[in-house]
């Protein structure tokens, strides 16, 4: 059977226009299994492509690009679980529920493994494999799949924040770094600031501006104060009119993210990373 593992890198090398003969020679794999993982490929594509404005539809299909090769199953329930252990989990995650709304937020729920902890605590000896399916079964986790997109020349720039803590001159000093990147590309352009004010968020994109020698379309945003005024009702957003004013004079679309969805961003987050493991952590 062909691992996760295996199955990514068999659409990754007909991406990159291997043929189905090649790949299956490359990784010493059978033809119709190489033959089948392309199909299911093309045929989770064309449902994104045919289901743009359907969420629902898209993710279904994204998460079967990703999902697990298929093994035959055991259908005989896990030998140690009994009454006493699904009794005892029903009330941490009634617990955990029960904190999420006093808190607004599930940030701080138990994770899994410490649930596991909690479990071992009190004597039950399971896995924590085990564990986590029961979570999963109660909380009817729908694992997430993210479909890299590809955007033409020109269309959009992301931006984003992050920061770089450093010793200057023998004192501790927190800078921001303001970091654009330009997808289709992959261009990566960063400028430090001691704050992170509008200020130094526009002057960051004029220099981005002058650097490329030109706009883009559309730029991209997550729910920044610079970005976001206020919310007003549910899902709608009063814009910063500073931004807007910036966007008319340059002539691009502002778009903000949705809350807690980084990937829609995701050029621009893995550069901050990038930026700064290159620019300030040592070799």
């Given amino acids: 059977m062909v691992s996760l593992k295996g199955k990514m890198e068999i659409i990754q090398m007909h991406l990159m226009g291997e043929s189905n003969r090649s790949i299956a020679a490359k990784l010493g794999l059978n033809r119709k299994t190489v033959d089948k993982y392309v199909a299911q490929y093309k045929t989770a594509q064309a449902e994104i492509l045919a289901h743009g404005s359907s969420r629902d539809a898209v993710r279904e299909a994204a998460e079967s690009i990703v999902a697990v090769p298929a093994s035959k199953k055991r259908n005989s329930p ?11 989990l029903d009330a941490i ?34 896995e924590l494999t085990t564990v986590s399916r029961k979570i999963d079964a109660r909380r009817h986790a729908v694992p997430e799949a993210f479909v890299a997109q590809s955007y033409r020349y020109g269309l959009r720039f992301e931006y984003d924040f992050g920061e770089a803590r450093l010793y200057i001159a023998g004192k501790f000093t927190k800078v921001f770094m303001a970091v654009m990147t330009a997808p289709a590309s992959g261009y990566r352009f960063a400028f430090l600031y001691p704050h992170q004010r509008f200020n130094a968020f526009a002057d960051s994109q004029v220099r981005f501006f002058e650097h490329m020698g030109g706009c883009f379309e559309e730029g991209v945003y997550d729910n920044m104060r610079n ?12 814009l910063n009119g500073n931004l807007m004013a910036l966007a008319a004079y340059y002539g691009f679309r502002v778009v903000t993210t949705n809350a807690r969805e980084g990937n829609e961003k995701g ?17």
């Fill in 78 to 88: 896990p030998r140690k679980w009994n009454a006493e252990m699904d009794e005892f």
């Fill in 227 to 238: 970005v976001v005024a206020k919310f007003v009702g549910r899902g709608e957003k009063l």
């Fill in 267 to 283: 050029s621009v987050e893995n550069a901050v990373k990038a930026v700064r493991n290159a620019a300030f952590v040592a070799a």
């Fill in 93 to 126: 995650l009634a617990a955990e529920e029960e904190k999420r709304k006093k808190l607004h937020t599930d940030k701080q729920r138990l994770t899994k493994a410490q649930i596991h902890a909690l479990m071992r605590g009190e004597g039950f000896d399971i």
